[in-house]
């Protein structure tokens, strides 16, 4: 049913019906057709509402993954503190403000005064201490644990080694922008951070893809920043930033959690008052989300390096027009590399050197083989280049080395 100024009675019956049914993308859908101008509190609380079942019960009660949960939950609090004035001395607007908090990830000690204030606005509504009553027992087995687990291990220190990178990889198939700090692959002292921050602030001004508009990317650059010196301050470790699914995700490892939530709390409030955000601390001793979800994998890898070198083509004062690029590979054998050349010659490459390399102390015994190729292409094609060439070197028992090229003013 399609909303207009005429059905309102209607179209709330079919939105409560379609809650009913548990389907609730088609209810957000539906309120989200609804014209920014023509939008009130009811329709504005319907719509956090809906964000909410989305996200705690899910489509035909089925439930709805974290990741993506914690965004719609997110983006209900948004909604309702835009309508705070009209909303919070409703007991509905507090109920809901609380099942914000209760269900983000050790967000419960904000729960509570809403749920406190929802109690005393429908003292019949006997949901509203019982919130209360869950959030404290979450709140008191965090403390029992953390206290368990403070340790005090000296700081160790940590090059800069940041890359950037684009995959579709890091969380249900969802566009992402990568920022990490490569120095951490070899860091010896993990086991003195097994406490991993994840600090999510919801985008206002979010693409179709879930990424900001260059003005806010840039103004939450400032949180990034702000976040990094809290981290310093305890001398713990930044290792990387997301962009995915509407919303920016930081992390850090950490030798604890104490102080972590009051800092993070006042900077926000001080500073970014109008984001809505949730901080979750969780054990993750192997660093697991660094390794596997943060670190790239050998193609990723390869295009940050391929951008790095690109970058310091640009400086040199180059004109980036296509030219030959030359690609160094190396194989076990020298009839192994033979064969990747007839292959590649295939495609348009041509043999620019190679060397057997056996004899050499100094080298890979392994890869003693040394191969030179080239073809001429455009800069913006690379990675394309550069993984084929991988995946077939691989196919010869040989292995991708690198690429290059002349100048050209």
């Known amino acids: 049913m399609k909303w207009n100024s005429k059905n309102r009675e209607e179209f709330f019956a079919y939105i409560e019906k379609l809650t009913d049914e548990d389907t609730y993308t088609e209810c957000m859908t539906a309120l989200?057709?609804?014209?920014?101008?023509?939008?009130?509190?009811q329709v504005w609380y319907q719509l956090a509402r809906a964000y909410q079942n989305f996200a705690i019960v899910g489509n035909d009660d089925q439930g709805t993954p974290s990741f993506i949960g914690d965004k719609f939950l997110l983006k209900s609090i948004d909604i309702l503190n835009s309508v705070r004035e009209e909303g919070k001395d409703k007991a509905e607007w507090n109920m809901r403000m609380a099942y914000a908090y209760q269900y983000l990830t050790q967000e419960e000690e904000k729960a509570i005064p809403y749920a406190l204030r929802w109690a005393e606005l429908d003292p019949e509504d006997k949901d509203a201490l019982e919130v209360v009553k869950e959030c404290q027992e979450e709140i008191e087995k965090r403390a029992n644990v953390a206290t368990e687990k403070v340790i005090d291990q000296e700081t160790a220190e940590i090059e800069e080694d940041w890359g950037v990178y684009l995959c579709d990889s890091f969380a249900y198939d969802l566009p992402a922008v990568i920022r990490t700090n490569l120095?951490?692959?070899d860091f010896e002292y993990t086991a003195n951070y097994p406490n991993r921050l994840h600090l999510q602030i919801l985008y206002k001004n979010a693409n179709d893809s879930g990424f900001p508009t260059r003005e806010e990317g840039e103004y939450v650059y400032y949180i990034e920043d702000a976040v990094e010196e809290i981290v310093k301050q305890h001398g713990d470790m930044?290792?990387?930033?997301?962009?995915?699914d509407e919303r920016a995700h930081i992390f850090a490892y950490a030798k604890n959690e104490l102080?972590?939530?009051d800092e993070i709390s006042e900077m926000m409030s001080e500073n970014f008052p109008d984001y809505a955000y949730t901080l979750a601390i969780v054990d993750d001793p192997d660093w697991e989300l660094y390794f596997q979800g943060l670190y790239p994998d050998r193609y990723e890898y390869q295009s940050i390096m391929n951008m790095r070198l690109i970058e310091d083509i640009k400086s040199d004062g180059d004109s980036m027009?296509?030219?030959?690029?030359?690609?160094?590979?190396?194989?076990?054998?020298e009839e192994n590399g033979e064969a990747f050349l007839a292959k590649v010659m295939e495609d348009g490459f041509i043999k620019l050197s190679s060397e057997n390399q056996t004899?050499?102390?100094?080298?890979?015994?392994e890869y003693p083989y040394v191969l030179v190729i080239g073809r001429e292409d455009a800069f913006e094609n690379i990675d394309e280049i550069v993984w084929y060439l991988m995946d077939l070197a691989e196919e010869f028992d040989g292995e991708y080395s690198g690429w290059g090229c002349h100048i050209v003013k």
């Open 32 to 41: 989200e057709s609804i014209p920014m101008e023509e939008r009130d509190y």
């Open 183 to 185: 120095a951490f692959r």
């Open 238 to 244: 930044l290792v990387g930033v997301v962009k995915c």
């Open 259 to 261: 102080g972590y939530g």
């Open 321 to 333: 027009v296509p030219r030959v690029l030359e690609h160094c590979l190396l194989f076990k054998t």
């Open 359 to 365: 004899d050499n102390e100094d080298i890979d015994k």
